[in-house]
């Protein structure tokens, strides 16, 4: 059960707080490109949390493959969703217009005003 | 803003009952997890007890090579037939590790030949050390698909001495090695995956050394078939600064 108070406790504190803090940012984010680099973040401090927990064997796969080439694949993915049209209907956060994202992008690029 | 470079938001009753079923699962989780009785529990003693006839001295490398090969034999699978999908609908560039880059920035060039050398040695330290500390292939291994990765990125292609046949069979050499040795400890009496106990560090050593290179082009691999061209992906950094 619960411990007390134990040395590392403030630390353990801040990790729990940031990765809880990071889950949010990233379920929240809009952006692709953001919410990718939030995630690397993310798995860059899970792995701390693994080596809170006395398990540097999954911190060290966790930092390589979670963080690492995970966050490597998903930058590519997000690259390669660019240049494409939207599956689902897409609200331009600007004007509150939807559009099934049928336009080219560059079309759609100057129609929205561009991209921010 | 209509490609796909960012998500749609969801309508706010969606959102609002995805997160009372988040917190629901989350309190679900706290609970079963203060429920967990403190103290060694689970099969920590039996390892422990066994551990000197792993042939290793580290109690994760020895469950992951041999008290559970199976699902490390299974895992190693599973990577490979990852690999094969990906080259499969990868198209013309999957196996083929051209240059991403314009041999554009000298700085990011001279870095990575510094750092991939030593990315490979602690790879092989990694690969070592998991004999009595944490490390093993897996570690070893992604490390050398980061090297690999970096390379690719700043503008290194496949050299000319590696074929695409030898990067295929390098993807599938750690799996076959596996299944070697598995089946060579049935040939000598023992059961599948069974190694013959006098020479169990040998073997899992030359195991692990395999599984190391071979987890290390699969993962390349696996980002060769997605990678994105370098001048499309500063665009995209670029744009979404804002």
């Known amino acids: 059960m619960i411990t007390g108070v134990y040395p590392g406790l403030v630390y353990d504190l801040v990790i729990v707080s940031a990765l809880l803090w990071l889950a949010f940012r990233i379920l929240a984010e809009v952006k692709l490109f953001k919410a990718i680099v939030l995630f690397i973040a993310f798995g860059l401090l899970v792995a701390l949390a693994w080596v809170r927990l006395a398990a540097p064997d999954i911190a060290l796969a966790e930092a390589a493959i979670g963080a690492g080439i995970t966050g490597a694949l998903l930058l590519d993915a997000a690259g390669h969703m660019r240049g494409r049209a939207a599956p689902y209907p897409v609200t331009d956060p600007e004007s509150g217009a939807e559009s099934v994202g049928t336009k080219r992008p560059d079309e759609s690029a100057t129609a929205g005003g561009g991209m921010q | ?242």
């Open chain 2, 1 to 242: 803003m209509k490609a796909v470079d960012a998500l749609p938001k969801s309508p706010l009753g969606v959102r609002v009952v995805a997160g009372g079923v988040c917190v629901a699962f989350g309190a679900l989780l706290i609970q079963a997890t203060l429920a967990i009785p403190e103290g060694e529990t689970g099969l920590a003693p039996l390892v422990a007890e066994r551990l000197p006839e792993s042939g290793v001295t580290n109690a994760v490398t020895a469950c992951l090579l041999n008290f559970r090969g199976y699902d490390t034999l299974l895992e190693i699978a599973v990577l490979v037939l990852a690999a094969v999908g990906v080259m499969a609908v990868g198209g013309s560039h999957a196996s083929a590790w051209k240059p991403l880059a314009r041999q554009a920035d000298p700085i990011l060039s001279a870095l990575t030949r510094l750092l991939a050398p030593v990315m490979v040695l602690v790879a092989g330290y990694l690969l070592w050390a998991g004999e009595h500390a944490p490390g093993g292939a897996f570690q070893a291994g992604s490390l050398i698909g980061a090297a690999g990765v970096l390379l690719t990125l700043s503008g290194y292609g496949r050299p000319a001495w590696v074929s695409h046949l030898a990067l295929r069979a390098v993807i599938a050499v750690g799996f076959i090695v596996f299944v070697a040795i598995a089946l060579g400890g049935m040939m000598v009496g023992g059961a599948f995956l069974e190694y013959p106990r006098e020479h169990a560090k040998t073997l899992m050593l030359l195991l692990e050394t395999w599984l190391t290179v071979s987890i290390g082009a699969i993962l390349v691999s696996l980002f060769f078939a997605s990678a994105t061209p370098i001048d499309e992906r500063t665009e995209l950094m670029e744009t979404d600064r804002g």
